[in-house]
């Protein structure tokens, strides 16, 4: 046997390794950009499902604009009818927790909630209050566990584990795993784990459509709980980047106009 | 010369056949499983269990493990950090779910304007100011204050629903690991159904192991001592161990798990089972005596000759009063009741053919003394002076038994049912304890859940169940009552301010309750609602949680609700563990009935039977009647309540206690027949017989004895309670029948004796 037929595959491995720590962030920010819309407005359809079958079904007008370093985002109710109008604003700052403030049609209200946990529940949904915002990178340590072919598409698979346990608490999973397709970087699948390491829920995304500014946005996403048997969908009906809603429309006070 | 008895004739195949029996019996004592789980000793299908069946289906089902912790004030640094680590422990931990301390008890409030959401305690305080803002915090938080801490802040619990599939072994298990991981100063009690099964289960192995064993060591000591001779030992013994394995063996095979009580199965075999045995050597011993110049073979045929009858007569009774088990409703008396008499049965059948084939082939022991010479023991002294007492004076011994059973009989009035089933526990048991803290500091052990059906959203559905709540809340044994509108209303304490028309109240209008829901959506979790209303919002469960440490407390919320439920249009069903546990103790009520009736009627109908004379029925069930009301009359007095283990001792006591008096007859029977005089006859026939009877029922007592150090109070009080049933019915049998007798001298004494059926002593 020659000599180089030992050592190239030996040298590779070495390579790949060492390169692996510094690539798994880079895939890792690139797939986080790849999606980042920063300001757009749609209109979706959110669909709860128990564990027998049962459906409850929310249809929801959502802007979302960055004012001085700010996300500021805003949620609608259109149905059902008894929930029409009631209206959820957030603002998500780089380096504070969230303000959320919610109005409420029929007491013509609005109040303004503290709620520090973001592994909490979306709407009474699987996806959780970090599903939909922007994850902090700094929170995660990143690794990549090698290549995996999803649905025909040939894509990384990135670990990306929680830092510590206040980061774990507040997003109510230990680690993810995603599958990240190599060549366009988009997310097609992401498996959560709780605290005991246990596969928890397992999020799909389908529909990617490039919007302008070349970045992508998932029409279609599925989250199934696979402890409580339980699933959410959301489906975007409507998408526009960017948003024609000034600051003003994103302020506590005028919420309920 | 006369052809020898079947059973020496044949010898071989009876040894055969109880030696394969026997064998083949063991085969399925390795398939012998336990069950704990009390709620499975009631029918599937009784309207109780299918209402919990219908509420599980849609909420879930509970079986919650209870931790509590004691120390002078849970808000100490220290303590708050354990509870901390424990309850961030237990959500990690895959064998568990639901976990509910005060750190993940809500802190739903309104501050300025702005609704927070927080966990009852956010940060450990640090300094004593900190501390006292917590604890009036704490105080004004109608999820926390006496639930999850106690109104004098010494207890406070974590409360966690183990997840499907782990056993109790396991959860237990675990729960010590994460204790040890976790030390600290306080004291720490389990209390939930997992921890009782689990308890249980140790003691009911504990005692399957420790008093069977023990029993048998008694009984050997017991047969030596009577009869100083290894086979007057082996033999019965041999009966006793083949009847044990045949009636445990039958559990298994008939698809019965061991139930708390199956432990008392070996110990009737103990004690019931070598009776027969017992008097077929104390024959042989005494023809031995008498005629050391017989043979071995002579002597058996002679001896079964005289006993085949008294001892087919007297098992059977035993086997009909124990069958009476089989009427009761709870399904492992029913278990027992069938496996003991199956065990019984086989033991009188290996008495009359397995002994005397067996002795046959061993040789004849030294005469023992002790049957030709008088013997001056205590017991002989009794019988002598209660010969006298009984005959000088009968309506003396007749008054004094009234009196006695007058008095004992009284405590009737006081006697309870047992339906808390942590009571099989010692008092001083960690689960008495906590049920104790529960009680006294908490909301209570006890959970009814009403299901609502309509709109759940709508307010007047739930303005109908706040009017429940606050009725309930009104009697002093309701601890909490927890529904969605209790979570609406907290939801609009912190949607509106203090003084705001909407603070603290149901909105009016369907749209707003809506609204409350999305919004707490937003902050909570969907699972806090999962338990407390169904997924459309069509069926609504209302947890009323309080304390009852008797029937008559328990009988006081029931009743509130039931009214309630009269007049509601809404409120569709009651269930709960509680009303389950409830109904086992009717059930034992009736199935102690039903058992009692099954075996009086049948122990007249055989006295009728064996002396042709419905008059010897009756009177032959005086002692029985004494012994059971004077026996629940203790039991009243003591305090001791009826329950799974005791509801058992009338079958037992009657299926044991009437062999004496029957005993009794025959041999006042012979000795009338023979022309000796009234008088006469009882004084000879205590002597003899009543010796007899004495030391068999010395036996019995010793058999039950060993359940005196069973872990299990419940098994402990029936031990106590047997003996004093089977004692009363010795005193009967030998001091109040003799004097009834003297009094009326019924006429199927006098009659000549039934043919074959001779005394046994």
């Known amino acids: 046997m020659k000599l180089k037929n030992i050592l190239l595959p030996a040298l590779s491995i070495l390579a790949f390794t060492g390169l692996r720590a510094q690539d798994a962030r880079t895939i890792a920010d690139k797939a986080s950009d790849v999606i980042n819309p920063g300001s757009m407005e749609m209109t979706s359809t959110l669909k709860i499902y128990d564990n027998k079958g049962n459906v409850r079904v929310r249809e929801v007008s959502n802007a979302m604009a960055k004012f001085s370093g700010t996300t500021k985002t805003l949620f609608k109710f259109l149905s059902p009818p008894d929930v029409k109008g009631t209206t959820i604003l957030i603002y998500d700052y780089e380096n504070k927790d969230d303000d959320m403030w919610i109005y409420m049609p029929s007491l013509r209200k609005t109040r303004r909630i503290v709620a520090t946990e973001k592994g909490k529940s979306f709407m009474g949904s699987e996806f959780s209050n970090a599903d939909m915002s922007k994850p902090t990178m700094s929170d995660f340590t990143y690794t990549l566990k090698g290549s995996e072919t999803l649905d025909g598409r040939d894509c990384w698979k990135l670990e990306s584990r929680c830092a510590d346990a206040g980061v774990e608490d507040a997003n109510g999973y230990s680690r993810k795993v995603a599958w990240i397709e190599k060549s366009t970087d988009l997310t097609w699948k992401i498996e959560f784990y709780d605290h005991a390491d246990k596969l928890l829920k397992v999020e799909t995304f389908g529909d990617y459509r490039k919007q302008a500014g070349g970045k992508y946005f998932a029409f279609k996403l599925n989250m199934q709980n696979v402890q409580n048997g339980r699933k959410s969908e959301i489906v975007i009906n409507k998408y526009q980047a960017g948003s024609v809603l000034k600051e003003s429309a994103f302020s506590a006070t005028t919420l309920g106009q | 010369m006369p052809k020898d008895i079947l059973s020496i004739r044949y010898r071989w195949y009876f040894i055969a056949a109880a030696a394969i029996i026997t064998l083949l019996m063991a085969v399925p004592l390795k398939d012998s499983k336990i069950n704990t789980d009390l709620n499975a000793y009631l029918p599937d299908d009784i309207p109780q269990k299918v209402s919990l069946d219908t509420l599980e289906s849609t909420f879930g089902t509970t079986d919650p493990i209870i931790m509590f912790f004691e120390t002078d004030d849970i808000l100490k640094g220290t303590t708050l950090m354990r509870i901390e680590s424990l309850t961030s422990s237990l959500q990690q931990a895959e064998e568990f779910k639901d976990v509910v301390s005060l750190f993940t008890t809500k802190n739903i409030r309104s501050e300025d304007g702005t609704m927070i959401v927080d966990p009852v305690v956010k940060h450990i305080p640090e300094s004593e100011a900190e501390r006292e803002a917590l604890r009036k915090q704490i105080r004004g938080n109608p999820l926390a204050y006496k639930l999850v801490v106690s109104d004098d802040f010494r207890y406070s619990l974590i409360m966690f629903n183990p997840k499907p599939g782990y056993s109790d072994d396991v959860l237990l298990k675990k729960l010590d690991k994460l204790l040890k991981e976790n030390p600290g100063s306080e004291k720490v009690y389990f209390n939930g159904m997992p921890y009782l099964r689990d308890e249980i289960q140790k003691k009911a192995i504990r005692d399957l192991t420790l008093l069977m064993p023990l029993g048998i060591l008694i009984m050997i000591g017991f047969l030596y001592f009577s009869f100083r001779e290894i086979k007057g030992v082996l033999v019965p013994l041999s009966v006793v161990v083949m009847a044990i394995v045949l009636a445990m063996g039958l559990m298994p095979l008939l698809g019965y798990d061991?139930?708390?009580?199956?432990?008392?199965?070996?110990?009737?075999?103990?004690?019931?089972?070598?009776?027969?045995?017992?008097?077929?050597?104390?024959?042989?011993?005494?023809?031995?005596?008498?005629?050391?110049?017989?043979?071995?073979?002579?002597?058996?045929?002679?001896?079964?000759?005289?006993?085949?009858?008294?001892?087919?007569?007297?098992?059977?009774?035993?086997?009909?009063?124990?069958?009476?088990?089989?009427?009761?409703?709870?399904?492992?008396?029913?278990?027992?009741?069938?496996?003991?008499?199956?065990?019984?049965?086989?033991?009188?059948?290996?008495?009359?053919?397995?002994?005397?084939?067996?002795?046959?082939?061993?040789?004849?022991?030294?005469?023992?003394?002790?049957?030709?010479?008088?013997?001056?023991?205590?017991?002989?002294?009794?019988?002598?002076?209660?010969?006298?007492?009984?005959?000088?004076?009968?309506?003396?011994?007749?008054?004094?038994?009234?009196?006695?059973?007058?008095?004992?009989?009284?405590?009737?009035?006081?006697?309870?049912?047992?339906?808390?089933?942590?009571?099989?526990?010692?008092?001083?048991?960690?689960?008495?304890?906590?049920?104790?803290?529960?009680?006294?500091?908490?909301?209570?052990?006890?959970?009814?859940?009403?299901?609502?059906?309509?709109?759940?959203?709508?307010?007047?559905?739930?303005?109908?169940?706040?009017?429940?709540?606050?009725?309930?809340?009104?009697?002093?044994?309701?601890?909490?009552?927890?529904s969605i509108a209790t979570v609406i209303k907290t939801i609009s304490r912190a949607m509106n301010d203090a003084g705001d028309p909407l603070y603290d109240r149901i909105p009016d209008t369907r749209d707003a309750v809506a609204q409350y829901i999305e919004f707490y959506n937003l902050s909570g979790d969907p699972a806090d609602f999962e338990r407390l209303v169904d997924f459309d919002y069509t069926r609504a469960n209302m947890n009323v949680q309080f304390k009852a440490d008797n029937i008559e407390e328990f009988n006081k919320v029931e009743n509130t609700i039931n009214s309630l439920m009269s007049a509601s249009k809404f409120c569709k069903l009651k269930a709960g563990h509680c009303l389950v546990e409830k109904q086992m103790a009717r059930s034992l009520v009736k199935g102690q009935n039903y058992s009692l009736i099954f075996a009086f009627a049948a122990i007249i109908l055989l006295l009728w039977w064996i002396f042709r004379s419905l008059r010897a029925g009756f009177m032959g069930s005086i002692p029985l009647v004494f012994s059971v009301v004077s026996t629940f009359g203790l039991m009243g007095w003591l305090g001791l309540e009826l329950d799974i283990a005791t509801s058992l001792l009338s079958s037992v006591a009657i299926g044991i206690g009437v062999d004496y008096t029957i005993h009794l007859f025959w041999r006042l029977k012979t000795e009338l027949s023979d022309g000796v005089e009234y008088a006469e006859a009882v004084r000879k026939t205590l002597k003899t017989t009543g010796r007899g009877i004495a030391i068999n029922a010395f036996s019995v007592t010793i058999g039950f004895a060993v359940l005196f150090v069973s872990g299990l109070t419940i098994l402990k009080a029936f031990g106590f309670l047997i003996i004093f049933s089977l004692t009363l019915c010795l005193l009967c049998a030998l001091m109040l029948i003799p004097s009834i007798c003297l009094l009326i001298k019924p006429s199927f004494l006098e009659k000549s004796p039934i043919k074959n059926f001779n005394h046994i002593n």
Not at chain 2, 297 to 312: G, H, K, V
Not at chain 2, 333 to 352: D, E, H, R, Y
Not at chain 2, 432 to 450: F, Q, Y
Request: proline share 5%.
């Open chain 2, 258 to 482: 061991l139930s708390i009580i199956a432990v008392l199965v070996p110990i009737l075999m103990i004690a019931i089972a070598n009776n027969y045995g017992v008097h077929i050597v104390t024959r042989y011993q005494e023809l031995n005596a008498r005629y050391g110049n017989r043979s071995m073979t002579t002597m058996l045929n002679e001896a079964m000759y005289y006993l085949r009858n008294p001892i087919l007569l007297t098992a059977l009774t035993t086997i009909v009063g124990i069958l009476g088990m089989t009427t009761h409703i709870m399904l492992p008396a029913k278990q027992m009741g069938l496996v003991s008499a199956a065990g019984i049965t086989f033991a009188l059948l290996l008495s009359l053919y397995y002994v005397p084939a067996i002795m046959s082939l061993l040789r004849k022991g030294k005469p023992q003394k002790s049957f030709l010479v008088p013997s001056h023991t205590l017991v002989d002294k009794f019988l002598v002076w209660a010969g006298n007492v009984t005959t000088r004076n009968p309506k003396m011994v007749i008054a004094v038994f009234m009196g006695f059973f007058l008095l004992t009989g009284a405590g009737i009035y006081r006697l309870h049912v047992s339906f808390n089933n942590e009571k099989i526990m010692p008092v001083s048991h960690p689960l008495r304890i906590s049920t104790n803290i529960a009680n006294e500091h908490l909301g209570g052990t006890k959970v009814i859940s009403l299901l609502f059906e309509g709109d759940i959203k709508d307010p007047v559905v739930l303005n109908e169940m706040e009017r429940f709540t606050g009725d309930l809340k009104k009697l002093p044994q309701v601890g909490s009552v927890t």
